[in-house]
């Protein structure tokens, strides 16, 4: 099962920004243009929340994070992004990046870790 590979994640300090970057080694633009793609989130002892999603030129975001996180795709590079701004402590978290194929096939990074210091 091919996983999706994730980067950008490290520690910052609260009102700075991070960009997270995801794609699927050998994808085809096709493929990847068909999405839907997204970022989910898991903190400590807590549930696996969606932070934003991206399905054709749709996106929609969690409540938490509208106006600061914007979530995009690259088409020439074919990597999913989500670019963090103001982030806040509680912004601390794994971030698992999210691809669904054709409606059935599922993909899932391995998380990266997001740090958000006070």
């Known amino acids: 099962q091919a996983h999706l590979v994730e980067s950008g994640g490290g520690v910052v300090q609260a009102g700075g920004s991070l960009t997270l970057s995801c794609t699927l080694p050998?994808?085809?633009?096709?493929?990847?243009?068909?999405?839907?793609w997204a970022w989910y989130r898991q903190a400590p002892g807590q549930q696996r929340e969606l932070v934003a999603r991206?399905?054709?030129?749709?996106?929609n975001y969690a409540e938490s994070v509208k106006g600061r996180f914007t979530i995009s795709r690259d088409n020439n590079k074919k990597k999913v992004l989500l670019q963090m701004n103001s982030l806040k402590p509680e912004d601390t978290s794994v971030y698992y990046c999210?691809?669904?194929?054709?409606?059935?096939?599922?993909?899932w990074g391995q998380g990266t870790q997001v740090t958000v210091s006070s």
């Open positions: 050998r994808i085809i633009l096709s493929t990847f243009r068909g999405g839907p």
């Open positions: 999210n691809f669904l194929q054709e409606g059935k096939y599922e993909y």
């Open positions: 991206i399905s054709g030129s749709d996106t």
